[in-house]
């Protein structure tokens, strides 16, 4: 079956740096998305990552690892903003279909 | 602008009752998701259809319908079969193209309550 892991929750400061885990177990493996989620919203997209390595959009950057199937989502210079729900996704290419993980609230401090 | 389309905002269901959630994408995708969401939980899916005429249970079917007679409309039955229908539904839809296919691209959800 498919399964992810990530952290429930995280806090950290304005200014700050966050990296968010997520784990993977999968078949079919194809890549792995990161969605923002702000209360009472829908997701929406922030990136995805097909191979190894970074990928950096801005102030956020997404790791890959696909050896070890683990990934992470890097948030810089946290702005009160980035309060949300943050979840990983993963395309199950054997059967088109998408998992999210469980999510991981950040609560951003002044 | 191209989008998907979700309605109603918020729904109230009576007990026995079935409703029908609306999504409508212009966004040409073949590829369309319903998603169930729990108080502080992550997204469960509950079908997806690949293309037009067709559509598969997601890990969670039990209670619920759905159709695909146009390939912009994926309209989500709740059926009086689902015991617990309270939750936040969330249609999505993905591209076909290289890119395209990563990205998912969601409406903005309805709140079904039952009362």
């Known amino acids: 079956g498919q399964s992810l892991e990530q952290p429930s929750e995280v806090t950290a400061v304005e200014g700050a740096i966050v990296q968010i885990n997520c784990t993977y177990q999968?078949?079919?493996?194809?890549?792995l998305s990161w969605y923002q989620q702000h209360d009472g919203g829908a997701p929406t997209f922030l990136s995805y990552n097909a191979l190894d390595g970074l990928e950096e959009t801005g102030r956020f950057s997404s790791f890959l690892s696909r050896s070890d199937s683990y990934g992470y989502l890097l948030l810089q210079e946290l702005q009160m903003k980035d309060s949300a729900s943050y979840f990983c996704?993963?395309?199950?290419?054997?059967?088109?279909?998408?998992?999210f993980g469980s999510g991981t609230k950040l609560n951003v401090k002044p | 602008d191209g989008g998907i389309t979700q309605s109603p905002k918020y729904l109230f269901r009576k007990e026995g009752q079935n409703v029908t959630l609306s999504c409508e994408q212009n966004l040409n995708h073949d590829a369309m998701y319903w998603y169930r969401q729990d108080p502080g939980q992550g997204l469960r899916l509950i079908y997806y259809s690949q293309i037009v005429n067709d559509f598969q249970k997601g890990d969670i079917a039990e209670g619920y319908s759905v159709s695909r007679e146009k390939k912009e409309s994926f309209p989500l039955t709740v059926t009086s079969a689902q015991k617990n229908p309270t939750a936040f539904y969330l249609c999505?839809?993905?591209?076909?193209?290289?890119?395209?296919?990563?990205?998912?691209?969601f409406g903005q959800g309805t709140r079904l309550t039952v009362v």
């Open positions: 999505a839809s993905f591209g076909d193209g290289v890119v395209d296919d990563t990205e998912a691209f």
């Open positions: 996704a993963v395309r199950d290419g054997n059967f088109n279909k998408f998992y």
């Open positions: 999968t078949s079919g493996f194809y890549g």
